[in-house]
């Protein structure tokens, strides 16, 4: 494999990895924030 056959891959997968954390964390934040609204939206006003 040419090395830089394999730098592309490398920046490929990172790239791929940072993508797939972001969405996680996204997940998680869009999570909490509906948990927090659905809490306060049953404990009512």
Do not use: H, K, Y
Request: proline share 4%; net charge neutral.
């Amino acid at each position: 494999m040419a090395p830089e056959r394999g730098i592309a891959c490398f920046v490929g997968g990172l790239a791929f990895a940072v993508v797939v954390t972001e969405g996680m964390l996204n997940a998680d934040l869009v999570g909490l924030a509906g948990l927090s609204l659905g809490t306060a939206v049953r404990r009512g006003p």
